[in-house]
C-alpha cells in the first residue's frame, strides 16, 4: 500500500479508533509491508471476542509472524479450519507437538485445500490417509519354477468378490450372460439330468474401455465360482516349452477348484491367428490352448473360459469352434441410460456431487466408453482440486468442472467402431458381428 495512502488511513483511524474494519485494512498493510511490530501497535486494547473470523486470522498471522505465539492463540476463538492450521504452528512453536497435531489434523480433515507438507513434515506426521483406504502395496512374484506351488502364486483368487450391481449398464449382456452362463453354475443338478455340461467358453470382444474385465469379474461373482485372472506375463516364457507348461498348469488349478472361471484377458496374444504367424512357438501355445480347452484327456466340467479382446478378428478361426469359445458376447460402448449408471457411480462420495445434473452428463458424451467417463470425471476432480488449492478453501464438484474437462475429454471408441464396421461389413458370413452391424444401425451415423 502506498505509504501516503497509509497515512491518511492513519489519521482517519485517529479520530474514529472504533472503526474495526479501518483498523485491520490498516494491520493487513503493515503486515505485507512485514512491519509487524507496528501491525501489534494497532492491534493493542482489540477485545477478540470483538473480532470476525477474518479479523481473528489476519491477527493470529501477524502474532504468530512476530513470534508472539501465545497472543496469536488467545486471539483466535472462531472454529474455522484455517484458525485451526494457525494454532497448529502456534502450539508448535510453543513445543506443544501433540497440540500442534491434533489441531493440524482437524484443519485437514476439514479442508483438504491447507494440507502443509513442510509444516507436516516438522510435525512428522507422515500419513494422512485412514488405514483401510491405504493401497496395496505390489508383491514381486518370480516365475522360474511353474509347478503347482508356483501357479497358485501366478494366479491368485481375487478376494474381492464383484457382482452385476458393481457394472454400470450392460443390461442386455447381464440379461444374457445369467441365461446362458450363470444358470448352469446355479443349477447344475438340472443341467447333468440333461446330460448338459456345466462350463464351456465365453468370448467377450467390445472397444477398449466398455468392462470386458470387470464383466468376467462380475460373472465369477455370481456364479459362487473362482476367480482367476490371467494375465500374457504368466504364460509367455522365454524357454521352450515353459509356455506351454504354465497354460497346462493353470487350466489343472482351476480344474481341481470348481467351481471355477479362467479370464484371459487380451487373449488374441495367447491365441492369435497361426498362418500369421513364423513362429512355430506361438503355434504351438494355440494348439496347446484348444488341447486344454476340449483335448481328449481333459475334463473341463465346472470350468468356465471367459476370453476379452478388442480384436476378436485376430483370433484363430479353431477357437470360434463348438464346445471352445462358442458363445459370443458384444460388449458395446454404454448407451444413455447406462452411461447415468456409470457416471452416478464414479461421482459417488464426492464433493459436489449432488450439484450436477448427471443426465445432461450422459447426454454431452455419446460414445463414450466406461473408461472415457472415468477420465473426464477424473479431469473435473482435477480442476476442482486445482481450483481449492488457488483460493485456499475446498472447492466441490460443479458445472463449470465438468464443462473444462468435457473440452479435453474425447470419446476413444470411434476408432474401433469404424474398423469393426469394415470387419462387419466385408467378413461376416458366419453372422459372428451380427451385434456390431445391429449396434451400428441403431447408433453409428
Known amino acids: 500500500m502506498d505509504r501516503n495512502l497509509l497515512d491518511s488511513l492513519e489519521v482517519a483511524l485517529s479520530h474514529t479508533p472504533e472503526n474495526l474494519a479501518l483498523r485491520f485494512t490498516i494491520v493487513q498493510a503493515l503486515y505485507e509491508a512485514n512491519q509487524f511490530e507496528s501491525a501489534i501497535e494497532k492491534l493493542k486494547f482489540v477485545e477478540p471476542n470483538e473480532l470476525s473470523s477474518d479479523q481473528q486470522y489476519i491477527a493470529g498471522q501477524v502474532y504468530l509472524d512476530a513470534g508472539k505465539p501465545e497472543l496469536a492463540i488467545s486471539v483466535m476463538l472462531a472454529d474455522e479450519a484455517r484458525l485451526d492450521l494457525l494454532r497448529s504452528r502456534g502450539y508448535f512453536s510453543l513445543a506443544e507437538v501433540e497440540e500442534a497435531r491434533s489441531f493440524y489434523f482437524k484443519a485437514v480433515a476439514a479442508n483438504p485445500a491447507l494440507e502443509d507438507l513442510e509444516h507436516a513434515k516438522m510435525l512428522e506426521v507422515t500419513d494422512l490417509v485412514e488405514p483401510e483406504k491405504k493401497k496395496m502395496k505390489l508383491r514381486v512374484i518370480s516365475n522360474d519354477d511353474t509347478d503347482s ?155 468356465l473360459i471367459l476370453g476379452a479382446t478388442n480384436v476378436p478378428w485376430a483370433l484363430d478361426p479353431a477357437f470360434r469352434r463348438p464346445g471352445r469359445f462358442d458363445r459370443v458376447v458384444f460388449i458395446a460402448p454404454p448407451d444413455h441410460d447406462a452411461r447415468v449408471d456409470i457416471t452416478n457411480g464414479l461421482l459417488a462420495g464426492r464433493p459436489g456431487a449432488e450439484t450436477l445434473d448427471v443426465r445432461k452428463i450422459a447426454k454431452s458424451t455419446s460414445g463414450f466408453s466406461g473408461a472415457d467417463l472415468m477420465n473426464l470425471i477424473e479431469t473435473a476432480v482435477d480442476e476442482a482440486i486445482d481450483d481449492s488449492i488457488s483460493s485456499g478453501e475446498e472447492v466441490p464438484l460443479n458445472k463449470n468442472h465438468i464443462a473444462e474437462a468435457m473440452k479435453i475429454s474425447k470419446s476413444t471408441t470411434i476408432e474401433w467402431l469404424t474398423m469393426a464396421r469394415n470387419y462387419a461389413k466385408y467378413a461376416n458370413d458366419s453372422g459372428q458381428y451380427d451385434e456390431v452391424v445391429e449396434f451400428l444401425k441403431k447408433y453409428g451415423k
Open 149 to 303: 506351488i508356483e501357479i497358485t502364486r501366478l494366479v491368485n483368487p481375487s478376494g474381492k468378490k464383484v457382482t452385476f450391481s458393481d457394472v454400470g449398464g450392460l443390461e442386455q449382456v447381464k440379461k444374457q450372460i445369467r441365461k446362458k452362463i450363470i444358470t448352469p453354475f446355479q443349477k447344475p443338478s438340472l443341467f447333468s439330468k440333461f446330460r448338459k455340461k456345466v462350463g464351456g467358453g465365453i468370448l467377450l470382444y467390445g472397444p477398449p474401455g466398455c468392462g470386458k474385465t470387470l464383466l468376467a469379474r462380475a460373472t465369477a461373482g455370481e456364479c459362487n465360482a473362482s476367480f482367476f485372472s490371467v494375465a500374457i506375463s504368466d504364460i509367455l516364457d522365454m524357454y521352450i516349452g515353459e509356455s506351454e507348461r504354465k497354460l497346462h498348469a493353470i487350466f489343472e488349478e482351476a480344474r481341481a477348484n470348481t467351481p471355477a472361471v479362467i479370464f484371459f484377458d487380451e487373449i488374441e496374444a495367447l491365441a492369435g491367428k497361426r498362418q500369421h504367424t513364423r513362429e512355430a512357438t506361438s503355434s504351438k501355445l494355440v494348439s496347446q490352448f484348444l488341447s486344454e480347452l476340449d483335448g481328449f484327456s481333459q475334463d473341463n466340467q465346472g470350468v
